[in-house]
């Protein structure tokens, strides 16, 4: 077994049903579907039988695991889904979150292929809001990752395969935080670690923009902090808060050529302009 999608779901059954659907779809079937519903109230889990019970009626069905029980947490949930996986790669699927189309687990898995299995291919997320519009996230796009582009941004998480036995290099998602584990995980693994993860231009899910990371930016930025501050040392971190945004600023100039050399112009002539008004006041400044 390659691949193992992992699903948390909790009194989500509208969209749970369009998850499922998506995962069913697919014209790859080399794969498992592990479900983890945290003790549902709703009709869930009569989903999840219905499910499972109509897998038996396909020719090369996927296999099923689920259960239905408490959890502490949507990390606790996704951590129950990895110890219950089998596959050598885990994807994160969300209840609510679909794949983009049937030939999704098909193409990813000849991606790994093609790039000699790497510990983490990812792909496109296409982020669906309230309003319908959909807005294609390439995330890094094959670029170099650095530490900057975890301080400032994140790996898409849907859209990634991950190999399960990095969450025994790595450990498992910490449980403490609610909606940034899965950001310090990779910060851990790729920025701090030693994994180079590799892009596939592939549309891999439809990620519903309304779930808790969303709408919680300010718990966002509070969780963010406390793992900076507990991950990086003091004096790295201070330079990152000074100069992330203008660093930041740079990259996106340097895409075009002319702009940047504006700029670059305008920092020399006033570079050259405050160092005539040092050396007018007497004071010798080193370069």
Known sequence: MRLSIITINKNNVHDLSKTLESVASQTCKDFEHVIIDGESTDNSVDVIKNYE??????????????????????????????????????????SGDCLADATVVERMLGSLEENNFPSILYGNMLKVFKDGKILNDKCF??????????????????????????????????????????????????????????????????????????????????ERRKVLEELIPAAILKDYDDFAFPIDQIKRLKRHPWAYKVVWFIERCLFKVEKAEIKRGGITQYR
């Open 53 to 94: 019970s109509s897998l038996s009626t396909l020719k090369t069905p996927h296999s099923i695991k689920w259960i239905s029980e408490p959890d502490k947490g949507i990390y606790n949930a996704m951590n129950k889904g990895i110890r219950m996986a089998s596959g050598g790669y885990v994807q994160f699927l969300n």
């Open 141 to 222: 796009a094959g670029q170099d990752i650095s530490f900057l582009g975890f301080y400032t941004g994140t790996l898409n998480h849907s859209s990634a395969l991950i190999k399960r036995s990095l969450f025994e290099k790595y450990g498992f998602y910490d449980e403490s935080l609610r909606i940034v584990s899965d950001w310090k995980w990779y910060l851990q693994a790729i920025a701090l670690g030693e994994e180079m993860p590799v892009y596939a231009d592939i549309n891999v899910t439809l990620f519903d923009m309304n779930g808790i990371s969303e709408t919680n930016k300010n718990l966002d930025k509070i």
